[in-house]
């Protein structure tokens, strides 16, 4: 007989191991980035404006003359800090909406219900550029701040559905019936188990919130000069294509390769927690 | 046989049709040009609308590509203190509804454009004429509605009394300022129809009123009585967005384009020799904020200055198309003393990290602050790693704000705390008009050089009031002079006008600004 639950059924797909061993490399670059290039991303010698991979620079230089590598390599720590601080505010805020909606249920369901639509009909983009401009300052922070208000509603309408389908489990009735505070039998019973397939979700977001932060970037809302990302290196870098195509390029590879990993993983995950759902 | 005697006929039954400079087998020749929405043509309030505003109008004078003032609608603007000036206007000129255009049309129109309760936009440009002040009050309704300081001498003639002697007034009533414009009667009862079906005196007129967002076409005016355009028709189409334009050019879609800064590293290699790069009368300066104690040591100014590689900069974000600046004026302005600013406008880092610590360094950050959305990045990035890396200053940043106002707003009110973006475009060819525009207190570039020494005005009020051109030219270099001793601000580039033409045109012709009636088709 098989093992049942996630993990047996993950740990033995290549389809599993392939994104995580991509996703430490970045995590490993995001922390210590010196660790992988001894050359100053700020550096910059204008002389050798725009030239391709050479000796010493292996992804060339950009328009300033400054290290391409270097930069993708510092770039990786702002997207990937946005992307996981975005998703923890956005599950969050999920959490505690979802699970109050699901578990209650009555009228509390439908007034947060109703205000997770009114989330869900805004259009994020328009929203983002609107917050943005209005607040003036862009750190890290903001941005994540604000790519999690408007990627919450998702993930909280599946808490409630799966904190729904387990509130009338039998494991759930019987806690009830001997007296547990609600508390605990949210925290120990329902949440664990209606837990996997927000979190395959959440893994799916974080993807979708570094394309989000690199289209901000890119249109001149998200982070500007003197952070170091790659939606930033994007965004300099697409009007002189022609003249540089690797300072575009090289970027736009990290990212792809990033956003990637990130839905395959997701996919995989959702996968292993809800086969009924495995296309 | 049989159809070359139907022609001849024809030509015989109407005979203008056959006139000898319009040869029936000759097509028309339109060109189109791309422009921001202009919003009003009305050349008192317009502001950037000039290219339309120039083919529809005709000024009293006109600045050639040296900058060189001819008569165009004057015969001769003449005056021996430079207070009082005699304006002959040429005879049989008319406004493109058949009106004659005389001395009232100048008149009326100037005061119409010094009205203070009209709140016109280049009403600025007439406020050294006399009475000038009296149609602005600092509060109330003005007593007059015209200005005093005009006095009709007969149909073609007229007189303007200035407020203070100023030799450069007939620089000063050429093309680009368009509030010297003279009006028709027909502009008075509904400014705002006229703003958009405008009638002038120049070489085009209007075909159909300007709707937003639409392409609008002028047609040669045949009664005009100045130089003769070369092209028949011009059509001027609205982007929102210059880099369409761009585009647009290069699949000759749209004849020629103003090149947006964003563009200009790949001009040359995009359109070879239709890229056309012309003086331009516009100078950047790196300003710097004097009402920061870090900026009052003039050691710390010069080192910034020294500090900055300007070849190196216009090579790698403009292929190497603006000039570093060696002057305080543009060169297109006459008698501008290239090289004057001498060692101060050369990059030498190691004197430049000399003088800071003369000064006893740097202490803080050091933010940059430009305009965002102007195609600048580049260039202000430019300059913030050239000063950390060449100064040795650890944290320079280089920060755009959200748009122009934002910007004008913290720089009007002495909010910045680094270096900042300040640029002139002069509107004509003297340096007056720049030196005046920075260095004054109330010359327009508001804040752009924090430094208004009553001195300085002095001396460009001694130069103002030459007569002889020759001789302003050395007053003006004077002022020059004294202003490096001060160094209050590092002058950066001799901006270009860079415009790129369809496969369709043959040359461009630019005056202040683009000539575009000159404009040459290919056979």
């Known amino acids: ?279 | 046989m049989k159809r070359a005697l139907g022609a001849a006929l024809s030509c015989l039954l109407v005979l203008s049709s056959c006139a000898p400079n319009q040869p029936a087998d000759e097509p028309r020749k339109a060109i189109s040009y791309a422009v921001e929405e202009p919003i009003t043509l009305h050349p008192g309030r317009q502001t950037i609308a000039f290219a339309q505003d120039m083919v529809l109008f005709s000024g009293l004078t006109f600045a050639g590509k040296d900058g060189a003032i001819t008569f165009r609608n004057a015969e001769s603007v003449t005056s021996t203190d430079a207070v009082r000036w005699t304006i002959k206007l040429r005879p049989r000129w008319t406004f493109h509804n058949g009106e004659p255009v005389t001395a009232k049309s100048y008149v009326k129109a100037w005061s119409a454009v010094a009205y203070g309760p009209n709140a016109w936009e280049n009403s600025g440009q007439l406020a050294n004429i006399a009475g000038y002040d009296a149609l602005n009050p600092a509060n109330g309704k003005p007593a007059a509605t015209e200005l005093s300081g005009l006095k009709i001498v007969d149909d073609l003639t007229f007189t303007v009394t200035l407020k203070s002697p100023d030799g450069q007034f007939p620089a000063q009533l050429s093309q680009a300022q368009t509030g010297f414009y003279p009006l028709p009667e027909a502009a008075y009862a509904d400014p705002a129809a006229f703003a958009k079906n405008p009638i002038g005196n120049g070489p085009f007129r209007m075909t159909q009123p300007y709707r937003e967002t639409e392409p609008m076409t002028v047609d040669r005016y045949d009664g005009y009585q100045g130089p003769q355009p070369s092209v028949d028709e011009i059509t001027f189409k609205p982007y929102t967005d210059m880099n369409t334009a761009y585009t647009d050019v290069q699949a000759g879609a749209t004849d020629i384009l103003y090149v947006p800064n964003s563009r200009m590293g790949q001009v040359k290699k995009d359109f070879g020799d239709r890229a056309h790069v012309f003086q331009g009368l516009a100078i950047s300066y790196l300003g710097l904020p004097l009402w920061d104690k870090r900026y009052q040591d003039i050691r710390v100014r010069q080192a910034i200055s020294l500090a900055i590689d300007r070849e190196a900069v216009s090579k790698a974000i403009f292929d190497g198309i603006w000039e570093p600046a060696t002057a305080l004026t543009p060169p297109a302005q006459p008698g501008t003393p290239r090289g004057l600013c001498g060692d101060l406008c050369t990059f030498d880092p190691v004197r430049a990290r000399k003088l800071l610590a003369e000064a006893g360094g740097f202490s803080g950050t050091m933010e940059i602050r430009f305009p965002g959305g102007f195609g600048r990045d580049d260039l202000f990035n430019a300059y913030a790693n050239q000063l950390r890396q060449n100064l040795g200053i650890k944290d320079v940043t280089a920060k755009p704000t959200a748009d122009f106002p934002e910007f004008f707003e913290l720089r009007t009110g002495a909010k910045l705390s680094g270096p900042y973006f300040a640029r002139w475009g002069a509107l004509y060819a003297s340096q007056q008009n720049t030196l005046r525009a920075i260095y004054t207190r109330t010359g327009g570039c508001s804040n752009c050089v924090p430094d208004h020494d009553p001195a300085i005005a002095q001396l460009i009020a001694k130069a103002d009031a030459q007569v002889d051109p020759q001789r302003a030219i050395a007053g003006y270099v004077d002022v020059q002079k004294a202003i490096l001793k001060r160094f209050p601000a590092p002058p950066m580039f001799f901006e270009k006008n860079v415009f790129a033409t369809s496969e369709r045109i043959a040359s461009l012709d630019e005056g202040a600004g683009l000539t575009l009636e000159n404009t040459t088709l290919v056979r």
């Not at chain 1, 249109?219 to 575009?248: E, I, K, M």
């Open chain 1, 1 to 279: 007989m098989t093992e049942r639950g996630v993990w047996p059924t993950v740990r033995r797909r290549a389809l599993f191991w392939l994104p995580v061993a991509v996703l430490a490399v970045l995590v490993l670059l995001a922390a210590f980035p010196g660790l992988f290039s001894s050359v100053d991303p700020r550096a910059c010698d204008l002389s050798a404006s725009a030239r391709p991979p050479s000796s010493g620079h292996p992804f060339g230089q950009d328009l300033q003359g400054c290290d391409v590598y270097a930069n993708v390599v510092y770039g990786a720590r702002a997207s990937l800090s946005i992307g996981l601080l975005s998703t923890l505010i956005a599950l969050g805020i999920a959490v505690v909406v979802g699970t109050l909606a699901g578990y209650a249920g009555g009228w509390v369901d439908s007034v947060l219900g109703r205000l997770t639509d009114v989330f869900l009909a805004f259009p994020f983009l328009l929203g983002a550029i609107v917050v943005l401009n209005s607040l003036g300052r862009q750190s890290v922070l903001a941005v994540a701040l604000v790519l999690a208000v408007f990627s919450w509603p998702v993930l909280a309408r599946m808490v409630r559905t799966m904190v729904r389908a387990s509130r009338d489990a039998e494991y759930v009735q019987a806690a009830r019936a001997m007296g547990f505070p609600i508390r605990r039998i949210l925290a120990h019973h329902v949440l664990p188990n209606a837990i996997g397939p927000v979190l395959a979700l959440a893994t799916l977001t974080v993807g979708g919130v570094i394309v989000a932060e690199s289209t901000l970037t890119f249109l001149g809302l998200g982070l500007r000069t003197p952070s170091v990302s790659w939606g930033l290196q994007l965004a300099t870098a697409q009007s002189r294509f022609q003249q540089a195509p690797h300072t575009l390029v090289y970027p736009g590879v990290f990212l792809a390769i990033t956003v990637l990993s990130l839905i395959t993983l997701g996919d995989v995950l959702r996968d292993a927690v809800n086969p009924k759902e495995r296309s």
